[in-house]
C-alpha cells in the first residue's frame, strides 16, 4: 500500500526512504499531525506574519493600496483648528520683505492663531512623521513625496498632506489677510456644520469646450482654503495624485523624479482643476439627493456663500478679487477677505503655457471674449496660410516686438531719470531747508544772549550800592 502511495515520486530508492521515514515516526504524532500544523498557522495569523509575500516592492509606480484606516483618533471637534499654514523655500527669519509682510498679515488679523510655516529644509520630515509607521502608516505616500521632484507638485501635494493631517486654514506665502479669520464662515452658518471653507476663483463656463481654456474655465481657489482634519476628500485628492503622476511617469518611460509637465498638466494634475474636481466628486458622494447631481451650475455667478455637503463655498470674492474677469470686484468690496499678490507665483516659467509662434498665450486675453475669439480666428486662420505669409507675420510681430521693448526701455530710462531729478531736488529742498533752520536757530540763540546780556546789566545795575 505504501509502495502505491509513493510511487509517483521517483524512483522505488526513493519511496522505500519515504516509507522508512515515516515508520520512525510515532503513530500518535503522525495522526495529530495535521491537527499541530493547523494550530502553527493560525498562530501565525494572528501574529499577521505574512508567509506568501517575499521581497521589497519599488513604489515609485505603485498605486495606493493601504486602506484609508488608521491608528489616529478621529477628529471630533465641531470647530476648525486655530492654526495658519504657509509653505516657503526658507523659514520666517529668511523671510524677505515683501513675503514678512504678507505673514505678518495673517498674525496679526488672528493674534490668538497659531503660525506655521514649512520649508525646503523641513517638509519631508513633516511628512515621515504624519504619514510614518507610526502616524498615518501610509509607506507609500512617504516614498512617493520623496521621490517627486518638480516644486510645484510637491507644493500642491504639501498643502493637501498638512490639510488632511491637522487641518486648519492654507494660504500661500504671497496672500495677504485682509479679514480675520473670524469672518470666514458668515455668522449664519453653524461651524459644526461645516467641514471645509473654498472660493471661487475662475467662474467662465462660457469657455468651457474651449481646446486651451475648457479645463480651467471653472474651478474652486486652492491658494487659500480652510479644512477639518481626515478629510475623505484630502485623501482621495492625494491618492488621484499619486495615480495620475505615476501614470505620467510610466508613459513617459522615467522616474518620478525626472517626470515633464506642462502648465496644463499641472493646472488639471495637481493644481485647481484636480482640487475642483475632487471637491464636486465629494459633494456628489455625500449628496443626499443623487438623482440631481451636483455640477458647476450650482456655483456659476454665485451672489452669496453656499453650504452644500458640508462644503462651504464663498463668492469670488472673497479669495480672488481683482483679477479682472468672473465678474471678481475688486480688493475693497466687503466679501473679500484676502489678496493675492502673484510674487511667488513664477512657476510656469519652468512649466510653460501653450504659445502660439505668432499670436502667444491665449491666457493674455484674461478671459475677454473678443480677444479669446480673435485668438481662436488667427490660430485657425494661420494653418491655411503660406509659408511665405506665415513668415511675413512673424517678422511684423518681431519688429511691433522690438519696438514695445525699445519703449519699455526709454520709459524705464525716463522713469529712473525723473527719480534722479526727484531726488536732487528733495536734496536741495533738504539742504537749503536746513540752512533756513541753521540761520533761523543761530538768530534764536544771538537774541536770547542778547537779553541774556541785558539781563545781567541790569542785575548788575541793581547790585551796585
Known amino acids: 500500500m505504501i509502495a502505491k502511495l509513493v510511487s509517483p515520486l521517483g524512483s522505488p530508492k526513493l519511496a522505500a526512504t519515504t516509507a522508512q521515514f515515516r515508520n520512525r515516526l510515532p503513530t500518535q504524532f503522525r495522526r495529530g499531525a495535521p491537527l499541530y500544523i493547523a ?11 505574512t508567509l506568501f509575500h517575499s521581497g521589497v516592492q519599488d513604489t515609485t509606480f505603485v498605486l495606493p493600496h493601504v486602506p484609508t484606516k488608521h491608528n489616529i483618533p478621529k477628529y471630533t471637534r465641531a470647530e476648525f483648528p486655530r492654526k495658519i499654514w504657509q509653505t516657503w523655500k526658507v523659514n520666517p527669519l529668511a523671510f524677505e520683505q515683501r513675503d514678512l509682510d504678507t505673514a505678518r498679515s495673517w498674525v496679526g488679523q488672528n493674534p490668538s492663531y497659531r503660525y506655521e510655516v514649512l520649508t525646503d529644509g523641513n517638509d519631508m520630515q513633516y511628512v515621515e512623521w504624519h504619514f510614518g509607521p507610526d502616524g498615518f502608516n501610509r509607506p507609500d505616500i512617504v516614498n512617493f513625496y520623496r521621490s517627486v521632484k518638480a516644486a510645484i507638485v510637491k507644493a500642491d501635494l504639501l498643502r493637501y498632506l498638512v490639510m488632511y493631517a491637522e487641518g486648519g486654514l492654507y ?47 471653472r474651478s474652486f481657489c ?18 488621484q495624485i499619486m495615480t495620475w503622476l505615476s501614470g505620467v511617469a510610466k508613459e513617459q518611460g522615467v522616474p518620478l523624479a525626472e517626470v515633464k509637465l506642462d502648465f496644463d498638466q499641472i493646472i ?29 451650475d450650482a456655483f456659476h455667478d454665485l451672489g452669496e456663500s453656499k453650504l452644500v455637503s458640508r462644503v462651504l463655498v464663498l463668492t469670488v470674492e472673497a479669495f480672488a478679487a481683482g483679477q479682472g474677469h468672473s465678474n471678481s470686484g475688486n480688493h475693497d468690496a466687503r466679501a473679500a477677505l484676502v489678496k493675492h499678490h502673484y510674487h511667488a507665483s513664477n512657476w510656469p516659467s519652468r512649466h510653460p503655457r501653450y504659445k502660439h509662434p505668432a499670436y502667444g498665450e491665449v491666457e493674455q486675453c484674461n478671459w475677454v471674449d473678443e480677444c479669446v475669439k480673435k485668438w481662436d480666428e488667427n490660430v485657425a486662420a494661420w494653418g491655411k496660410l503660406s509659408e511665405a505669409e506665415q513668415k511675413s507675420i512673424l517678422a511684423e510681430k518681431e519688429r511691433k516686438e522690438k519696438e514695445r521693448e525699445e519703449q519699455r526701455k526709454k520709459e524705464e530710462e525716463e522713469r529712473k531719470k525723473k527719480e534722479e531729478e526727484d531726488r536732487k531736488k528733495k536734496e536741495e529742498e533738504d539742504r537749503k531747508k536746513k540752512e533756513e ?15 541774556a546780556g541785558k539781563g545781567s546789566e541790569k542785575a548788575a545795575k541793581d547790585n551796585k550800592p
Open 222 to 239: 486652492q491658494w487659500t482654503f480652510m479644512c477639518k482634519p481626515q478629510l475623505p476628500v484630502m485623501m482621495r485628492l492625494i491618492e
Open 171 to 217: 494660504a500661500d506665502i504671497d496672500v495677504e489677510a485682509l479679514k480675520p479669520l473670524s469672518k470666514f464662515v458668515p455668522e449664519r452658518y453653524d461651524e459644526a456644520d461645516v467641514d471645509m471653507v473654498i472660493g471661487v476663483e475662475i467662474d467662465e463656463p462660457d469657455w468651457k469646450d474651449h481646446p486651451t481654456l475648457g479645463p480651467k474655465s
Open 437 to 451: 533752520d541753521e540761520a533761523k536757530a543761530a538768530r534764536q540763540k544771538a537774541a536770547k544772549d542778547k537779553n
Open 39 to 49: 494550530v502553527v498557522v493560525f498562530v501565525l495569523f494572528l501574529l499577521n506574519v
Open 268 to 296: 488639471s494634475g495637481t493644481g485647481p482643476s484636480a482640487f475642483t474636481n475632487a471637491i464636486i466628486a465629494e459633494m456628489n458622494e455625500v449628496n443626499e439627493n443623487p438623482g440631481r447631481p451636483i455640477t458647476w
